[in-house]
């Protein structure tokens, strides 16, 4: 009965240390992509200074016609996560790793892919990272071109923390604010019914109804978990991420007052909560009840000559 005892809880020890192991020597292979459908204008890539209507998934920057704009960090320039959607994405983020952060931003966007690339000759686009003061709420109808739309998909269950600062164009200081609205939907959008055809435009409102709403803008697959209407650089919405479930985060300036200008870029922060270290006294717990079985072993064979 000892023996069983000793053998069961060495066993629970050597798996614990496992796990953590195996979490631990996986190499993190975490990162971002882009949607590139922001050229630059002036020779200016901020989207603060253009005040461009953005979100445009073909390169025609007007209906929904022409050759589809490429996305940066997938594999063929193809949209992430297998997303055919009718609402367009901005960006993705993939975590393979719990404790992995990442940034998402134009800046970021430079350093992972530079900043000459683009679907037409000769003009340079940039990952279209922006929006408006009032995009996500603006005290009746949020602005649904002007708010952005993150993928994010963990491959570890994970909580999940986001946090946003503005970043303004120099020449507006007078026109800052701080505070974001995000909304969390459990999967993408599935809605391909216009993706092909020139009627589509995403000029209208959102979150005029309910903070709780599914399918906003008239898509589907989308289904509400949370939000936060009270978002910033210290601020952040939390979500326990489940592993292999994509989510749809929905994002805009949250003034409280007009729904459109003024834009401004923006930096997002994502992080993951670490996994929890195995302590080291687990480790010398599991060598001590080896030496006990061991002893329990000798004094047995001892015992029955």
Do not use: C
Request: hydrophobic share 40%; proline share 5%.
């Amino acid at each position: 009965m000892i023996r069983n005892t000793l053998a069961k809880a060495i066993s629970l020890a050597i798996a614990g240390g496992a796990i953590t192991l195996a979490g631990v020597s996986n190499a993190s292979a975490s990162t971002t992509m882009y949607n590139t459908n922001k050229p630059i204008t002036n020779g200016n890539p901020t989207d603060a200074a253009a005040l461009s209507t953005d979100g445009w998934t073909r390169n025609n920057n007007s209906t929904n016609t022409g050759t589809p704009l490429p996305w940066l960090g997938t594999v063929g320039a193809v949209r992430p996560f297998g997303y055919e959607g009718l609402s367009i994405a901005n960006w993705a983020a993939h975590v393979t790793a719990a404790g992995d952060s990442l940034e998402i931003s134009q800046a970021d966007a430079a350093t992972r892919y530079g900043t000459a690339w683009g679907p037409v000759a000769g003009t340079t686009y940039l990952a279209n990272i922006d929006t408006a003061k009032g995009a996500w709420f603006d005290g009746s109808t949020g602005w649904a071109h002007n708010t952005d739309i993150g993928l994010f998909k963990s491959d570890v269950t994970t909580e999940v923390s986001i946090r946003l600062t503005p970043l303004f164009n120099v020449s507006e200081p007078d026109k800052s604010w701080s505070n974001f609205g995000v909304t969390v939907f459990t999967g993408m959008d599935t809605d391909t019914s216009k993706a092909t055809t020139p009627n589509y435009s995403h000029h209208a409102g959102w979150n005029e109804t309910s903070f709780t709403a599914d399918n906003p803008m008239g898509t589907t697959g989308l289904t509400y978990l949370t939000h936060d209407a009270t978002v910033d650089a210290t601020n952040a919405l939390v979500f326990t991420a489940v592993a292999g479930q994509v989510y749809s985060i929905y994002l805009g300036g949250n003034s409280g007052e007009g729904n459109f200008n003024p834009h401004a870029g923006y930096r997002l922060n994502l992080s993951t909560a670490a996994p929890v270290p195995l302590p080291g006294a687990v480790w010398l717990f599991g060598s001590a009840l080896v030496g006990l079985l061991g002893f329990g072993k000798r004094n047995s064979s001892k015992f029955s000559r």
